[in-house]
Nanobody, 123 residues
Framework: QVQLVESGGGLVQAGSSLRLSCVASGSTFSTYIMGWFRQAAGKEREFVAGIRWSGGTTRYADSVKGRFTISRDNAKNTVYLQMNRLKPEDTAVYYC????????????????WGQGTQVTVSS
């Protein structure tokens, strides 16, 4: 059973930085696609960033391009989301997700989800 555990959320001021971590366990992730999604109150869950374990191909939502960076540490089975120049509109619960195959930015591609970590950005 695949397990994903996120950490690193918190309350910060606009313009600050946070780094989210997602530790994966229960499988061999060398071929998995890992994604970060977020869900703000009253809104649908949306794609933020994704990365392939092998090759490191990345993709970002337009709203975070240039501010957020997704990366991975294969030895630690961990995926990171470095978030810089945070804005109040980045406030949401951030979820880590994993899949063995599918479209990197497509919600329904992902089979496994973490419990989420809250990020709140004050103005």
């Amino acid at each position: 059973q695949v397990q994903l555990v996120e950490s690193g959320g918190g309350l910060v001021q606009a313009g600050s930085s946070l780094r989210l971590s997602c530790v994966a366990s229960g499988s061999t992730f060398s071929t998995y696609i890992m994604g970060w999604f977020r869900q703000a109150a009253g809104k649908e869950r949306e794609f933020v960033a994704g990365i392939r374990w092998s090759g490191g191909t990345t993709r970002y939502a337009d709203s975070v391009k240039g501010r957020f960076t997704i990366s991975r540490d294969n030895a630690k089975n961990t995926v990171y989301l470095q978030m810089n120049r945070l804005k109040p509109e980045d406030t949401a619960v951030y979820y880590c997700a994993a899949t063995q195959a599918g479209i990197i930015y497509y919600y329904n591609s992902y089979n496994y989800w973490g419990q989420g970590t809250q990020v709140t950005v004050s103005s």
